[in-house]
């Protein structure tokens, strides 16, 4: 993407000072190389190259994006695709979508109820905190714990590990666990599937396991070294260790989430 970075101050629609010619470019760079590097689905690249110009600023708050028509044929692909990604990132709090205005990227990205059932708000000023970059991974344990107790006895697990990281700097850590009888199918999908999208929703569209409510449970600790290494969090910070449970419409547990954040870095609002 250096090439696109070259700023300039002609036909823009972007207050970063790119042109539409420039992020219809980015756009198209990045979904050959999302599309060459990753086995995913087209939907998940366009939304996977979309969201990553986003995050190189070269769409910044407020920016609109290109139509949809636009997009089919920067993106080389179908409008439902187009749609259905901009439906992820819209539920994902990247973009507003409002007829007559088009998408918008927005000026916050939070971690709000659709996505974790809480807020997360930076504690300087109490603004919504925006992803910067994420790791994740998929897994299949035994271990047994805290998350077997409420899913429980499995001779297996599916765990998805979430390291997220803020605009601001701040950290979180992130493990969830559901029965690997009900979830098995996501063992075998690329990884990129989830990443930067709301699982919530990914796992009823696709697997058809349904959330709707959770209970929860929160606490300030000191990390011990393995969760602290793992994460790569300050072991001489105080944290937020957060357990949600959630279950199906019917009160089934469907799955339990584990979650690590600075105190000093953010408020928690339910």
């Not at 250096?2 to 990045?30: C, H, M, N």
């Not at 603004?127 to 994740?136: A, F, Q, T, V």
Request: hydrophobic share 40%; glycine share 8%; aromatic share 8%.
């Amino acid at each position: 993407m250096d090439a696109v970075r070259q700023k300039t101050g002609q036909g823009t629609s972007a207050k970063a000072g790119y042109s539409r010619e420039q992020i219809a470019g980015a756009l198209a760079v990045e979904m050959k190389r999302v599309s060459e590097t990753r086995k995913c689905t087209k939907r998940t690249a366009a939304r996977l190259a979309i969201k990553n110009i986003i995050r190189a600023d070269i769409l910044e708050p407020g920016d609109l994006l290109p139509s949809e028509k636009e997009l089919t044929g920067i993106l080389g692909v179908s409008l439902g695709t187009v749609q259905a990604a901009l439906g992820q990132l819209k539920a994902l709090g990247a973009i507003s979508r409002r007829r007559g205005d088009g998408s918008r990227v927005t000026d916050h990205e939070p971690f709000d109820q659709s996505v974790w059932h809480f807020k997360f708000l930076a504690k300087s000023d109490r603004s919504p905190l925006r992803i910067k970059d994420e790791l994740l991974k998929i897994e299949t344990t035994s271990s047994v714990g805290v998350w077997s107790q409420y899913l429980g006895k499995s001779d297996k697990y599916l765990r998805i590990w979430r390291r997220l990281t803020m605009r601001d700097g701040t950290t979180v850590g992130a493990e969830m666990f559901l029965d690997h009888n009900a979830a098995y199918a996501l063992a075998t999908i690329d990884e990129s599937e989830l990443r930067m999208a709301n699982i919530r929703p990914y796992l009823e569209e696709t697997l058809g396991i349904a959330t709707r409510g959770a209970t929860h449970n929160v606490k300030a600790v000191t990390l011990d070294e393995a969760i602290a290494v793992e994460y790569d969090l300050n072991r001489t910070e105080v944290y937020f260790e957060i357990h949600a449970k959630a279950h199906s419409p019917t009160g089934q547990p469907v799955y339990f989430q584990r979650i690590f954040v600075s105190t000093s870095r953010c408020i928690l609002e339910f």
